[in-house]
T-cell receptor, first 114, second 115 residues
Framework: GESVGLHLPTLSVQEGDNSIINCAYSNSASDYFIWYKQESGKGPQFIIDIRSNMDKRQGQRVTVLLNKTVKHLSLQIAATQPGDSAVYFCAENTADTGRRALTFGSGTRLQVQP | KAGVTQTPRYLIKTRGQQVTLSCSPISGHRSVSWYQQTPGQGLQFLFEYFSETQRNKGNFPGRFSGRQFSNSRSEMNVSTLELGDSALYLC??????????????FGNGTRLTVT
């Protein structure tokens, strides 16, 4: 499959453990954030989003935490499974080019050991 | 509901040529955005179209252009291809524009190789 990133930071966890993927965003004016999962050979897949008026949002097995004070976003995956192995991107909705567009982080590779 | 469809899946072109990539959004989605993904630069925003109008453009040269049709389908064109244009080109659709803050739903991309 295509190489998403040759030197991505990698998080290796055991199957069944919880995973925490962190992301520092750049613009304090960003008001909308999304986490995406990208598997080899596929496009990014939406996982969960959060707006800046919230600190926490939960989905199925996933939780996103937003700390606006330090411009930090995290994705928690409960009971990590081999199918969770992928590259995870955070994205912020920011207005670098005049109008708002999603700007993506560089990604973190999650490897789940069976 | 069918997802975002991009064609072709793979493309090989020679320097100096031009290429057109196609994207069909999710039914009902009127906003289409294009991103370039490379191992070195990651995902970078190219442009966004809504109701056949370019709403926003990233920091790419004028060789990169796009358009959107009345059925929301979109095409992007790259002229005078350079080796550095080799990348995965991703199309994403959403119900409203990115200004409104809604999730983008991506296709699986077109892998362009320039030789």
């Amino acid at each position: 499959g295509e190489s998403v990133g040759l030197h991505l930071p990698t998080l290796s966890v055991q199957e069944g453990d919880n995973s925490i993927i962190n992301c520092a965003y750049s613009n304090s004016a960003s008001d909308y954030f999304i986490w995406y999962k990208q598997e080899s050979g596929k496009g990014p897949q939406f996982i969960i989003d959060i707006r800046s008026n919230m600190d926490k949002r939960q989905g199925q097995r996933v939780t996103v935490l937003l700390n606006k004070t330090v411009k930090h976003l995290s994705l928690q995956i409960a009971a990590t499974q081999p199918g969770d192995s992928a590259v995870y991107f955070c994205a912020e909705n920011t207005a670098d080019t005049g109008r708002r567009a999603l700007t993506f982080g560089s990604g973190t590779r999650l490897q789940v050991q069976p | 509901k069918a997802g975002v469809t991009q064609t072709p899946r793979y493309l090989i072109k020679t320097r100096g040529q031009q290429v057109t990539l196609s994207c069909s959004p999710i039914s009902g989605h009127r906003s289409v955005s294009w991103y370039q993904q490379t191992p070195g630069q990651g995902l970078q925003f190219l442009f966004e179209y809504f109701s056949e109008t370019q709403r926003n453009k990233g920091n790419f040269p004028g060789r990169f252009s796009g358009r959107q049709f009345s059925n929301s389908r979109s095409e992007m064109n790259v002229s005078t291809l350079e080796l550095g244009d080799s990348a995965l080109y991703l199309c994403a659709s959403s119900l409203v524009t990115q200004e409104g803050g809604s999730p983008l739903h991506f296709g699986n991309g077109t892998r362009l190789t320039v030789t």
